[in-house]
């Protein structure tokens, strides 16, 4: 956790421009917050797991990816269902694509793991109305 309260960001993209974009408007609503990047969703899945074994006292936000290389991000929902109970109480994980498949926005919707579904890259509208007191 960082010294002023603010939340913990977490992107996972496999897309450097569009992690850039995400950062820059991150640091500039949030910038005390302290932003982990991956690449990749399986580098991703397994820092979520360790960091589950010793989890901080407040929430970190995720924006994860639908489709990425190795592991898309619904696979790494997929695995994290395993640890529903713990993840949900201390990640708050939001969905991030360029997709225009509307089933990808329904599944986000029906995901108990998934608290919004944004298109990339994030908007300071979308920033704000996620309707986290954090954000």
Not at 23 to 46: D, G, K
Not at 69 to 86: A, F, Q
Not at 96 to 106: A, F, G, I
Request: with cysteine; hydrophobic share 40%; glycine share 2%.
């Amino acid at each position: 956790m960082n010294k002023n309260s603010s939340p913990d960001i977490i992107l996972v993209d496999d897309d450097p421009i569009c992690n850039m974009l995400n950062e820059l408007l991150i640091r500039e609503m949030l910038p005390h917050s302290e932003i982990t990047i991956f690449s990749n969703s399986l580098e991703a899945y397994h820092f979520l797991l360790d960091s589950l074994k010793n989890p901080i006292a407040n929430t970190t936000i995720i924006f994860l990816d639908i489709n990425m290389p190795i592991m898309s991000g619904w696979e790494l929902l997929n695995e994290l269902k395993e640890h529903i109970t713990k993840a949900r109480q201390y990640y708050k994980i939001y969905m991030l694509s360029s997709s225009l498949d509307p089933r990808d926005n329904d599944n986000a919707k029906t995901n108990p793991l998934v608290s919004g579904f944004f298109e990339k890259p994030l908007n300071r509208f979308d920033f704000l109305t996620t309707g986290d007191s954090h954000i």
